[in-house]
């Protein structure tokens, strides 16, 4: 009887799961996920105006949080659609004010509403009273821009190689930007700068040149004709530990150079 309960158990319960609409975090929502929210997530219940049905639309992405909407609503690299905002938000709070300010700067439309349709516009994660619908932001690939060599400067690019969580890309692009880190490069595999790595890099993501490398072999390779540039490779093995590193000992090397930091669990 039990083993009979327990199938039925399971059968409802994956029954209702496969209904719900497939949201990866790893990357913007496409047309096809985007029409499936459109029928399952994107009709919501207004509790102050009789529980009537309101219908919202994301045309882009919703960025959350206070720090990476502020950011991203000054570097101006998005294109911007809607400002949400709670309306039992303190509009005290100097941040408030200043997203507040550069939206209207902007043009930006504002409209305030209740915690539960910003919970439902973030997908349940920490919006701290604040959602944006805005763009992907953009992303060029890097072999298509000319590699520069500053003779008077040492230039640091920070390598990502099948970085699957967001969460952890987001930690990544927050300490790179605190050790002044010049461009990351996203590989083929690792997930792509959603607004879930924007929040986790406390807005951090917004601030920084991300680039895409398709071909990595060939770029390396591009890379190390070079006379000016060293490639660093960070792995589970090696003859050198990072401990005992140090960038005075590479300058001997490359009295002039562009330090390239390749980091990879996969390194081959």
Known sequence: MYNRLFHNFLSRYFHNKSRLPEL??????????????????????????????????????????LYPIELALKRKKRQFYQLYLNNTLNDNRQIIQNIQHLAEQLSIPIKYTNTNILDRL???????????????????DIQQIEIEINLNKIFLDLCLVKI?????????????HFFGIDKIILT???????????????????????????????YLNLLHKQKNIAII?????????????????????????????????YWK
């Open 188 to 218: 083929r595999g690792t997930c792509q700068p959603s607004p879930v790595a924007s929040k986790a890099s406390s807005g951090a993501l917004e601030l920084m040149s991300i680039y895409t490398c398709n071909d990595l072999k060939t």
């Open 24 to 65: 990866d975090f790893t990357k913007p929502i496409s047309d096809r996920l985007r029409k499936t929210s459109l029928k399952e997530q994107k009709i919501y219940t207004n509790n102050n105006d009789n529980k009537s049905l309101l219908k919202i639309s994301l045309r882009g992405q919703c960025l959350f949080g």
């Open 233 to 265: 490779c960070a792995t589970h093995q090696g003859n050198i530990s990072l401990q005992t590193l140090r960038l005075d000992d590479i300058k001997k090397k490359f009295f002039f150079f562009k330090f390239t930091t390749y980091c990879s669990t």
């Open 122 to 140: 973030s997908f349940d994660r920490p919006h701290q009273g604040v959602c944006l619908d805005c763009s992907p932001l953009p992303i060029q």
């Open 164 to 176: 699957h969580d967001p969460m952890n890309l987001g930690g990544i692009i927050r300490t790179a």
